[in-house]
């Protein structure tokens, strides 16, 4: 039912309830049989042991799995040991981020308030919130958390917080009368409130009309269940790399076991070297070695006020084409701060920082003296004595103890010089009439240390015009004119069209013993002062980050539950607004599919007064036009979207725990400018990852080749299956490794981000892997050749001298993959930690060798020193070889 459209009484007849006594025990119990408690339900939850065996669903490892037991089989312990180690980790890993990801719900169970007022039998008595049921009638005053959804049936300048659910930073004032309209926004609905949201001022009594699921949170609650969790780039890619390796190792080590058995080798003898092959064809050290990159990612994020919760975050964050971005607290200080003043057809600027009372007046963009300007004081002072708010100082940092409008009238004030303390020294406040959402007017009258009383009025704009019959102009007080009113009104449309909330100020004098008892008697024929226009403005920061993002090739598009005019506003100034943007509301955007939306939604950068519903068919109509999206936010109203986005980023500061626990990152600073951090070093995180893809798998293919060349010119194996494990764990894996802490290249956010369909081997990887391992494979082999006919009795010799030539040739070529270009394109020692590794594997390698007791284990004998000349210029031909051409290229 609609009930916000529906009288009082019709409400109270429909929910069959009794607005002067509530309901009786008897009612409650049969309601609750009927609608269950005002709770919010679970889903079904999953043990914590499936959730651990799930981890080792993944098809790569699996293929580890078998490559354990076969090592395991053929006696190879060690190697057997180190793949059952790295898959053990990365499932402990795994399922530790998973059992944090699904406390959202328990945090919806939060906000709803533990104890609420309700009318039973004629008495107002407390009761626990989860018994609550509909037909209840709730009474609730300032600090209260409404415990379900109301139909308010009466109201005293009640006041309720709702950005949770709507977004909107101001607090909506409350009223009682019918409402109607087509797809009616939460925000609309002033004579509703609603589960979880918060009273800041004033006193109502409501009517329950829905609990527990049937709410407004419980509409969210049910969104956060049933919304899907995206597979993440990194995983597709890892999947796919894994079914391409199997394949081709499979293949490759097949083919090397038949032609090497044709050859007349053993069969034991080839079917290990198989084996080896198919090991090293498959770089079990790759899971780890994400894992690790991605968790030193982590660090480095968590020093930049980035938390990430689910350790795939950062790497699709770096592929992300669009941003949506929640605007109150995200892209601006969710602080209410007035910008303009207007008085006697003066328009003056305030510059300043959110709560901060510092702060300069400017007349045309110059600074001005407000001593000398009489109309000027008078609009800041009364601003801050017809006023109930505080400004706290904690932490190097301040804060509002009020409603923030009443919070920013008396910043504008203290940066003037003026203080509360100091005003009520002067001013004694004799009486008061309230704010009323129905007189839009708050009024104070005030004694002054000479004995004159004055009122102090402040309101809608509108309606002070309206009670006013004189202005201040130039100082001095003149009769309120049509033509005045209409330079008034014209100064009021000018500040609403900068998406500013104006307040109105206005004063009179009384006579000394006159005594009212009145409002309208209060406010009227006042004296019009001027006007304070007021904005939640943005982060200084946000628009050099708008910029850095579209100049990556990422979108923002701000989403939110604020009015067309202040959303078009804020996006124009970040830089988010274009010429060729479009701006849809909430109403618009009901009446369309998802499919009709997804025809319009990339010209589109702004969507406003938008509901939970609305969010989540955005994110939709983008993935399905082929984006990766990110969804930033910090509400309630936003966490289905958050969990359905491919990457949700929830505020630390602001943010309720429902968008923590339903995100993936959480920024710590709330700065919408660290998401670009984010970018960044997800952006890298790739190119890393690729580049030690780039070489494990030359190296592998090196190895496999040079076997495989051996077979089919009836060579003797060049390699024993020792050796190839032994590069394969100790030689490709440090310098991995290290590739995985490389620092971002200088152009990483001037390119366009990458197709979320691109293959692990886009944009060149395949055709270097397939070259630098052929040339590793044939380098090595023309290494044990040249020695091998030098003196075919020294067998042994002759491998170690392939053995050294490929380690050195895999170690050369790692510098190489620090660059998509070329090894001359940047410094190749430049990153610290790979330079170590590269040493470390060189001395290993130089104890294989030269150490006699690991000399039988590995079949290997010292090396000569005329032949480490051969070993070093066979080894240095891979990279330098092709990066020379690379240099021709270029030049040419």
């Known amino acids: 039912m609609k009930f916000h459209e529906m009288k009082e009484k019709e409400v109270e007849q429909s929910l069959?309830?009794?607005?002067?006594?509530?309901?009786?025990?008897d009612d409650v119990k049969k309601r609750r049989k009927e609608f269950g408690y005002n709770e919010l339900a679970e889903g079904e939850k999953q043990s914590a042991l499936l959730l651990f065996f799930s981890q080792f669903k993944d098809f790569m490892v699996l293929v580890l799995l078998a490559a354990?037991?076969?090592?395991?089989?053929?006696?190879?312990?060690?190697?057997?040991?180190?793949?059952?180690?790295?898959?053990?980790?990365?499932?402990?890993?795994?399922?530790?981020?998973?059992?944090?990801?699904?406390?959202?719900?328990?945090?919806?169970?939060?906000?709803?308030?533990?104890?609420?007022?309700?009318?039973r039998e004629g008495n107002w008595v407390k009761i626990p919130s989860r018994e609550v049921v509909v037909g209840d009638l709730l009474k609730f005053s300032s600090g209260d958390r409404i415990g379900a959804d109301v139909r308010l049936i009466t109201v005293n300048s009640l006041e309720i917080e709702e950005s949770a659910l709507t977004g909107e930073s101001v607090p909506v004032q409350k009223s009682t009368g019918l409402l109607s309209g087509k797809n009616m926004g939460i925000g609309d609905m002033e004579n509703m409130a609603f589960m979880g949201t918060?009273?800041?001022?004033?006193?109502?009594?409501?009517?329950?009309?829905?609990?527990?699921?049937?709410?407004?949170?419980?509409?969210?609650?049910?969104?956060?269940?049933?919304?899907?969790?995206?597979?993440?780039?990194?995983?597709?890619?890892?999947?796919?790399?894994?079914?391409?390796?199997?394949?081709?190792?499979?293949?490759?080590?097949?083919?090397?076991?038949?032609?090497?058995?044709?050859?007349?080798?053993?069969?034991?003898?080839?079917?290990?070297?198989?084996?080896?092959?198919?090991?090293?064809?498959?770089?079990?050290?790759?899971?780890?070695?994400?894992?690790?990159?991605?968790?030193?990612?982590?660090?480095?994020?968590?020093?930049?006020n980035a938390i990430v919760r689910k350790l795939p975050a950062v790497e699709t964050l770096g592929c992300a084409s669009v941003i949506c971005s929640d605007k109150t607290g995200t892209m601006t200080q969710n602080k209410m701060t007035v910008t303009h003043l207007w008085s006697g057809g003066n328009v003056w600027t305030v510059d300043g920082v959110g709560y901060e009372p510092n702060g300069r007046f400017y007349r045309n963009k110059n600074i001005i003296d407000i001593k000398n300007k009489k109309a000027l004081q008078q609009l800041l002072m009364f601003g801050m004595l017809c006023n109930h708010a505080e400004i706290i100082k904690k932490d190097n940092d301040y804060a509002i103890d009020g409603d923030p409008t009443e919070g920013a009238l008396l910043v504008s004030a203290m940066k003037a010089g003026y203080s509360r303390e100091t005003l009520l020294n002067q001013?004694?406040?004799?009486?008061?009439?309230?704010?009323?959402?129905?007189?839009?007017?708050?009024?104070?009258?005030?004694?002054?240390?000479?004995?004159?009383?004055?009122?102090?009025?402040?309101?809608?704009?509108?309606?002070?015009?309206?009670?006013?019959?004189?202005?201040?102009?130039?100082?001095?007080?003149?009769?309120?004119?049509?033509?005045?009113?209409?330079?008034?009104?014209?100064?009021?449309?000018?500040?609403?069209?900068?998406?500013?909330?104006?307040?109105?100020?206005?004063?009179?004098?009384?006579?000394?013993?006159?005594?009212?008892?009145?409002?309208k008697e209060a406010e009227k024929d006042l004296i019009f002062i001027g006007l304070q226009g007021m904005i939640d403005p943005p982060r200084p920061e946000v628009k050099t980050a708008v910029k850095e993002c579209q100049e990556a090739g990422i979108k923002t598009v701000m989403i939110t539950g604020d009015h067309v005019i202040t959303a078009k506003a804020i996006a124009e100034q970040l830089g988010i607004f274009s010429k060729n943007s479009r701006v849809l509301d909430g109403k618009a955007l009901s009446e369309m599919s998802i499919s009709e939306l997804e025809d319009v939604v990339d010209e589109i950068s702004v969507f406003a007064r938008v509901s939970p519903e609305h969010k989540l068919k955005i994110v939709k109509a983008l993935q399905n036009k082929g984006h990766i999206v990110a969804m930033t936010g910090d509400g309630v109203n936003d966490a289905p979207a958050i969990k359905t986005a491919d990457i949700g980023v929830a505020m630390g500061i602001t943010g309720t725990d429902v968008a923590k626990e339903a995100s993936s990152l959480v920024l710590l600073d709330d700065n919408f400018a660290t998401i670009k951090s984010a970018i960044k070093e997800g952006r890298n995180i790739y190119e890393n990852i690729r580049k030690f893809i780039r070489y494990l798998l030359a190296s592998n293919v090196g190895e496999i080749l040079v076997m495989?060349?051996?077979?089919?010119?009836?060579?003797?194996?060049?390699?024993?299956?020792?050796?190839?494990?032994?590069?394969?764990?100790?030689?490709?894996?440090?310098?991995?490794?290290?590739?995985?802490?490389?620092?971002?290249?200088?152009?990483?956010?001037?390119?366009?981000?990458?197709?979320?369909?691109?293959?692990?081997?886009?944009?060149?990887?395949?055709?270097?892997?397939i070259s630098r391992g052929f040339l590793i494979g044939a380098v090595t082999l023309v290494a044990f050749m040249t020695v091998h006919y030098r003196n075919s009795e020294e067998l042994i010799y002759a491998q170690t001298v392939a053995f050294a030539t490929l380690v050195l040739a895999q170690l050369i070529h790692v510098f190489d993959c620090r660059s998509e270009r070329s090894v001359f394109n940047r410094n190749p020692f430049g990153n610290h930690y790979l330079n170590w590794a590269v040493a470390s594997s060189l001395i290993l390698m130089l104890v294989v060798i030269y150490y006699p007791p690991l000399q039988p284990i590995f079949h290997t004998v010292p090396i000569l020193l005329k032949d480490w000349l051969l070993i070093v210029g066979l080894a240095s031909i891979p990279t330098f070889l092709l990066a020379g051409s690379f240099l021709t290229r270029k030049s040419k």
Not at 459 to 469: F, K, R, T
Not at 737 to 751: H, I, S, T, W, Y
Request: charged letters at 20%.
């Open 68 to 119: 354990t037991l076969i090592s395991g089989l053929l006696g190879e312990y060690i190697d057997a040991i180190a793949i059952i180690a790295i898959v053990i980790i990365n499932g402990f890993l795994g399922f530790f981020q998973e059992r944090k990801a699904e406390k959202s719900l328990q945090a919806l169970k939060e906000l709803s308030a533990p104890q609420v007022t309700a009318l």
């Open 427 to 519: 001013y004694e406040i004799v009486h008061e009439f309230p704010f009323d959402s129905t007189r839009k007017m708050m009024s104070v009258i005030v004694k002054d240390r000479y004995g004159r009383n004055f009122i102090v009025t402040k309101g809608a704009p509108d309606v002070l015009i309206g009670v006013s019959e004189s202005i201040l102009w130039d100082g001095k007080l003149q009769y309120f004119s049509k033509e005045m009113r209409g330079i008034a009104q014209n100064a009021i449309n000018d500040l609403a069209s900068r998406a500013l909330r104006t307040i109105a100020i206005g004063y009179k004098a009384i006579p000394a013993k006159t005594v009212i008892l009145d409002e």
């Open 198 to 304: 918060m009273v800041t001022r004033g006193s109502g009594i409501g009517v329950v009309v829905a609990t527990g699921m049937k709410t407004a949170m419980g509409q969210i609650a049910d969104l956060l269940q049933n919304a899907e969790i995206m597979e993440t780039p990194l995983q597709r890619r890892l999947e796919q790399l894994g079914k391409i390796l199997i394949a081709t190792a499979l293949l490759l080590t097949v083919l090397v076991v038949v032609v090497g058995i044709l050859q007349g080798h053993h069969i034991y003898t080839m079917f290990l070297a198989g084996v080896s092959l198919a090991v090293a064809a498959i770089p079990e050290g790759l899971p780890a070695i994400v894992t690790v990159a991605l968790s030193l990612g982590v660090q480095r994020m968590i020093k930049k």
């Open 16 to 25: 069959n309830t009794d607005f002067s006594a509530g309901l009786t025990e």
């Open 708 to 769: 495989l060349f051996a077979m089919l010119l009836a060579l003797p194996l060049p390699l024993v299956p020792i050796q190839i494990l032994w590069v394969n764990l100790v030689t490709d894996g440090l310098p991995a490794m290290a590739l995985g802490l490389d620092q971002p290249e200088e152009n990483v956010m001037k390119r366009k981000p990458r197709n979320p369909k691109e293959g692990v081997f886009a944009r060149g990887l395949g055709w270097k892997v």
